[in-house]
């Protein structure tokens, strides 16, 4: 009887598995749509190599309804037109099932149209500035909600900054942060005059003239902050330029939005110890979820010196939701996945369990670090999960705006009007 039981039983798996791989077309493809070259290497490389761990260890498991998974990876060289036709060759040429990528906010505006188009899926792990929200697109980053405004929060209310510089590379992310951070400020009571805004090209090497302006905002006394969205490699010269300088984090605090531990990794940061990041995610969590993720990565990489970080656990949570969406939907079909996300739960690497949002933001933990001479951080304080924000309360067009694709169908809904809306891009 036994017997008969257990050939009935693989029979019935065989079955199954047989139903699983008619829903999927093998090898189920995930495309990789990283700079591995370019000013933005030094960020999205890592990230890529994420990608292919994962995806590893998916195929370890078993794979994917049946399938293999099978990592389609292109390399769009930190030139955002590119990054639109990597992402149109992806869905057309290589077919892939979704797509894991991009870094800046200027690379997803331009990959924005064509994954709306042919109706592509797009996770994109990195902190943003909100005011977006795309069916085709899961942002598993920050939205402002989520990393900005906790931080202006943390100068305000614990070391007491006065007088703001907002520092970024000059593209869409920083700008509509610091729009929003403007507004926030004066909001909180902080002067126009008080709040300086620099912007600089990618790639920027030459920072004594804005460090040096930086300084002089202290001259009356009251005590200054840098929020920083510089992005890529041109953080390397800027805190190069703020220890020739002679800048202590006592003496001007910097919170950076786009440096982590990868970016740390290339300095000498015996003089940044004591400056800021504001995260989701730091390597230096003390948590048996985070323990096993590093020592996965060490393994798959080869090498126990790389670190781990936000955006990685970023791909690490969306990757793993998507998975369990597909399998719940028995397909990789777009539309039939992205209605099993709404509500999907997955331990994140904290402590917590990151829940994904009917606007396609994940609730994430709000963490500021303090940077260690080891290049690792210090976590100095964390949050409780946040639920992200697409469009923020502190820009008047944006306030009235809600996002819900799974009863409003709708990633612009008008709550005064009670109509789905399309506002415009002010890039």
Not at 5 to 28: H, N, R, V
Not at 167 to 178: E, H, I, Q, S
Not at 190 to 217: C, R
Not at 337 to 358: D, K, S
């Amino acid at each position: 009887m036994k017997s008969i039981k257990t050939a009935l039983a693989g029979t019935a798996a065989a079955i199954a598995m047989s139903s699983a791989a008619m829903a999927a077309d093998c090898p189920i493809k995930v495309g990789v749509l990283h700079s591995l070259s370019g000013t933005m290497a030094i960020s999205e490389t890592t990230l890529k190599d994420t990608m292919l761990m994962l995806i590893d260890q998916q195929n370890k498991k078993g794979g994917l309804l049946g399938c293999d998974l099978e990592a389609v990876v292109v390399d769009p060289a930190s030139d955002w037109p590119l990054f639109a036709e990597k992402a149109r060759e992806l869905l057309t040429v290589h077919n892939v099932d979704v797509i894991f990528g991009n870094w800046t906010s200027v690379s997803r505006k331009s990959v924005l149209p064509v994954i709306e188009e042919l109706n592509g899926l797009l996770f994109y792990p990195v902190q943003y500035e909100g005011e977006e929200s795309s069916k085709n697109v899961f942002y598993t980053g920050a939205a402002p909600n989520q990393q900005a405004i906790p931080a202006v929060d943390y100068f305000l209310d614990e070391l007491g900054v006065e007088k703001f510089a907002l520092l970024g590379t000059d593209y869409v992310y920083p700008r509509t942060t610091n729009n929003i951070l403007e507004s926030y400020l004066q909001q909180k009571g902080i002067a126009a005059d008080d709040i300086f805004v620099n912007y600089t090209p990618f790639g920027h090497s030459d920072w004594s003239k804005i460090v040096a302006d930086v300084v002089a905002l202290g001259a009356d006394g009251k005590k200054v902050g840098v929020i920083s969205t510089i992005n890529g490699d041109a953080n390397i010269g800027f805190y190069k330029e703020l220890a020739a300088a002679g800048v202590s984090a006592d003496d001007i605090p910097v919170v950076a939005f786009s440096v982590g531990e990868e970016e740390l990794s290339g300095l000498d940061t015996s003089n940044l110890v004591g400056h800021l990041a504001a995260w989701n995610y730091f390597m230096s969590a003390d948590t048996p979820a985070n323990a096993e993720f590093i020592e996965t990565w060490h393994a798959f990489i080869g090498d126990d010196t790389r670190v781990t970080n936000d955006p990685m656990e970023a791909h690490y949570i969306g990757f793993n939701m998507w998975v369990n969406a597909a399998t719940e939907a028995g397909t990789t079909d777009v539309d039939a996945v992205r209605e099993n996300m709404w509500g999907q739960e997955f331990p994140n690497l904290t402590g917590g369990t990151a829940v994904m949002g009917v606007n396609h933001h994940l609730s994430k933990p709000v963490l500021i670090g303090e940077i260690m001479a080891d290049g690792q951080f210090d976590i100095i304080s964390q949050t409780a999960e946040v639920p992200g924000d697409a469009w923020t309360d502190y820009l008047p067009e944006s306030a009235v705006l809600e996002s819900d694709w799974k009863d409003l169908q709708c990633g612009m809904y008008n709550t005064q009007t009670k109509t789905c809306v399309q506002i415009k891009s002010n890039y």
